[in-house]
């Protein structure tokens, strides 16, 4: 009904169209800030359990606390949301061709990114990494991109996959 009359409307006083494609600019696509994510998860782990080592936390200590877990629940969020936009505005039936593994890839990356989020586990934020470094790996290949894996150059000194843009 609503359709109806809204078409009626556009008939007598059309409407202006709108049209739209993606929802950042095409070919801005980068898994980095998920990469970057997943570094500070892994960074925050390492802050929390430096604070493990204590028996009693000091009211301070709680506080930085309850700043780190917040933080890491943050970037994982961030983790999930980066590689679901490339997963579903980038990634499209050509790419799937060539690796039809991502859609399960993508999938584990929000299993693992859910699970680093509801634990303090070193050991869980870096599988969360290479799965994350892998999806990089295949997101380069279909730009036809070389990359290469190095370590980052600060905490917590995790290999990461790097695009080589060099000419």
Same mark, same amino acid.
């Given at each position: 009904?609503?359709?109806?009359?809204?078409?009626?409307?556009?008939?007598? +006083?059309?409407?202006?169209? =709108?049209?739209?494609?993606?929802?950042?600019?095409?070919?801005?696509?980068?898994?980095?800030? =998920?990469?970057?994510?997943?570094?500070?998860?892994?960074?925050?782990?390492? $802050? $929390?359990?430096?604070?493990? /080592?204590?028996? !009693?936390?000091?009211?301070?200590? +709680?506080?930085?606390?309850?700043? $780190?877990?917040?933080?890491?629940?943050?970037? @994982?969020?961030?983790?999930?949301?980066?590689?679901?936009?490339?997963?579903?505005?980038?990634?499209?039936?050509?790419?799937?061709?060539?690796?039809?593994?991502?859609?399960?890839? !993508?999938?584990?990356?929000?299993? /693992? /990114?859910?699970?680093?989020?509801?634990?303090?586990?070193? /050991? =869980?934020?870096?599988?969360?990494?290479?799965?994350?470094? #892998?999806? =990089?790996?295949?997101?380069?290949? #279909?730009? @036809?991109?070389?990359?290469?894996?190095? #370590?980052?150059?600060?905490?917590?000194?995790? #290999?990461?996959?790097?695009?080589?843009?060099?000419?």
């Amino acid at each position: 009904m609503i359709f109806e009359l809204l078409e009626k409307l556009d008939a007598k +006083q059309p409407f202006d169209q =709108a049209s739209a494609h993606c929802d950042i600019p095409c070919k801005i696509y980068d898994p980095s800030s =998920a990469q970057i994510a997943v570094l500070t998860m892994i960074r925050m782990v390492d $802050l $929390l359990e430096e604070l493990k /080592a204590h028996d !009693t936390l000091s009211f301070e200590q +709680q506080a930085t606390f309850n700043r $780190l877990v917040s933080e890491k629940e943050d970037h @994982g969020k961030k983790v999930k949301e980066e590689i679901r936009v490339i997963w579903g505005d980038y990634i499209k039936k050509p790419q799937l061709e060539n690796h039809p593994e991502l859609h399960e890839l !993508t999938h584990e990356i929000m299993l /693992a /990114a859910s699970f680093a989020k509801q634990h303090i586990d070193r /050991a =869980a934020t870096v599988a969360l990494l290479e799965k994350v470094n #892998t999806f =990089a790996e295949i997101f380069w290949q #279909t730009k @036809g991109v070389a990359v290469f894996r190095a #370590t980052c150059p600060y905490p917590p000194a995790e #290999t990461v996959v790097y695009p080589d843009l060099k000419p």
